[in-house]
């Protein structure tokens, strides 16, 4: 790999020239939408999933490293929303996720998702996706 081929979406490093064709992308923390719309204007299959009410088309719904529900915690500042224990929304694992919109495998994982990144990584059957993007949040939970 060539690091001068990896470039940045809305903040997120991704190498453009691995992504085949009609990739599948899970966008993990679609808030604001820019990186899903990018690329869907690639023409890739882009799943977006948030934990926030929105408008637009996305899966509301949190993805972490066991499938169940949870609460929603809004904090001051809106980025800062992260899930924990409750009944608020369904949560589930990338492979439940997967299943349930019938991906066999990720191109690409971009994940900004508030303080599960290390738990799905640590927790996921490997290799999740060709490539993975990740923004770790740990200031918003308390890891053992």
């Not at 719904?61 to 169940?68: L, P, Q, R, V």
């Amino acid at each position: 790999m060539h690091f001068k081929e990896i470039g940045t979406v809305h903040g997120h490093s991704i190498n453009e020239s691995l992504l085949p064709l009609k990739s599948n992308i899970l966008d993990l923390g679609c808030r604001d939408f820019i990186f899903t719309n990018k690329m869907k204007e690639l023409e890739h299959n882009v799943y977006p999933v948030d934990i926030g009410v929105f408008d637009g088309d996305y899966y509301r719904i949190a993805i972490s490293d066991k499938d169940g529900r949870c609460s929603v915690v809004n904090e001051r500042d809106p980025d800062a929303t992260h899930i924990s224990d409750g009944d608020e929304i369904p949560m589930m694992t990338i492979e439940t996720f997967s299943k349930h919109v019938g991906v066999e495998k990720w191109d690409l994982i971009k994940m900004d998702i508030e303080g599960q990144e290390l738990n799905i990584l640590n927790n996921s059957k490997h290799p999740i996706a060709s490539q993975i993007s990740v923004e770790f949040h740990a200031h918003c939970t308390t890891t053992n």
